[in-house]
């Protein structure tokens, strides 16, 4: 038999420790962009907020398209991409030891998408895969 990897799931707010740093989604936003910058038509952006701590003793690299997707109700995966907040405020880069980043990661989903979960594998850090949930 083939042993089973539990996959924890967490809310907006929670601190999660994975490993040798803690990830908090502290708040998501619905956003339809602005000006010329904008999701495809039928889509949304979804931003996340989040901060990452370095609790370990080296530095460490977050690269959030090789560790993070989000998904829905339905079972539909969306890779990040960049969005209106994304773009000005990543959480991409390194994150010295003992320091912390705050960031935002986006995504492009279907408009109305419900029971989104963001899907972070953080076994770069030494840690497992986490589902942080949403809401509706």
Same mark, same amino acid.
């Given at each position: 038999?083939?042993?089973?990897?539990?996959?924890?799931?967490?809310?907006?707010?929670?601190?999660?420790?994975?490993?040798?740093?803690?990830?908090?989604?502290?708040?998501?936003?619905?956003?339809?962009?602005?000006?010329?910058?904008?999701?495809?038509?039928?889509?949304?952006?979804?931003?996340?907020?989040?901060?990452?701590? &370095?609790?370990g003793e080296t530095k460490q690299v977050v690269k959030s398209a090789e560790t993070m997707l989000l998904?829905?109700?339905?079972?539909?995966?969306?890779?990040?991409?960049?969005?209106?907040?994304?773009?000005?405020?990543?959480?991409?880069?390194?994150? &010295?030891?003992?320091?912390?980043?705050?960031?935002?990661?986006?995504?492009?989903?279907?408009?109305?998408?419900?029971?989104?979960?963001?899907?972070? &594998?953080?076994?770069?850090?030494?840690?497992?895969?986490?589902?942080?949930?949403?809401?509706?």
């Open positions: 038999p083939t042993p089973t990897v539990e996959v924890m799931t967490y809310k907006v707010g929670e601190k999660i420790v994975a490993g040798d740093v803690s990830i908090t989604v502290t708040k998501f936003e619905i956003s339809e962009g602005k000006d010329k910058v904008i999701p495809a038509e039928g889509n949304e952006w979804i931003n996340v907020s989040m901060t990452i701590e &370095n609790t998904k829905d109700a339905e079972g539909t995966s969306y890779e990040v991409t960049l969005t209106d907040k994304a773009a000005n405020i990543g959480i991409d880069g390194t994150v &010295n030891a003992g320091a912390k980043k705050t960031g935002w990661v986006g995504f492009e989903v279907k408009a109305g998408a419900k029971g989104l979960q963001l899907f972070y &594998n953080a076994s770069a850090f030494g840690g497992g895969e986490v589902l942080i949930s949403l809401g509706e």
